[in-house]
């Protein structure tokens, strides 16, 4: 088994920053793929960023491309989620998610974090 604990979210005006965390801990992080998705109230669950194993590959959804950056420290089984130039439309729970296959379908995440607030206002 694997936990995995987001922090870092908050109340944030238009414009500013974020940085996210997630700890990994129980099996090791290091050989998963790590994902970051997001929920907004009454919507589904979608996908944000993804990173490999290794850290050399990352992906995003178009809609935080330019803003958001995702990448991990192997060795503090952490990852983070850099998010910039935040927008209304950011506000959802944030959650970080670890895969053995490479994807942005959250079926294909075999652990999940609790999640993290994120709120923007305008």
């Known amino acids: 088994q694997m936990q995995l604990v987001e922090s870092g979210g908050g109340l944030v005006q238009t414009g500013g920053s974020l940085r996210l965390s997630c700890v990994a801990s129980g099996r090791t992080s290091s050989t998963y793929n790590m994902g970051w998705f997001r929920q907004a109230p009454g919507k589904e669950r979608e996908f944000v960023a993804r990173?490999?194993?290794?850290?050399?590959?990352?992906y995003y959804t178009d809609s935080v491309k330019g803003r958001f950056t995702i990448s991990r420290d192997n060795a503090k089984n952490t990852v983070y989620l850099q998010m910039n130039s935040l927008k209304p439309e950011d506000t959802a729970v944030y959650y970080c998610?670890?895969?053995?296959?490479?994807?942005?379908?959250?079926?294909?995440?075999?652990?999940w974090g609790q999640g993290t607030q994120v709120t923007v206002s305008s």
């Open positions: 990173i490999s194993w290794s850290g050399d590959t990352t």
């Open positions: 998610a670890a895969a053995r296959s490479w994807g942005y379908d959250p079926r294909f995440y075999d652990y």
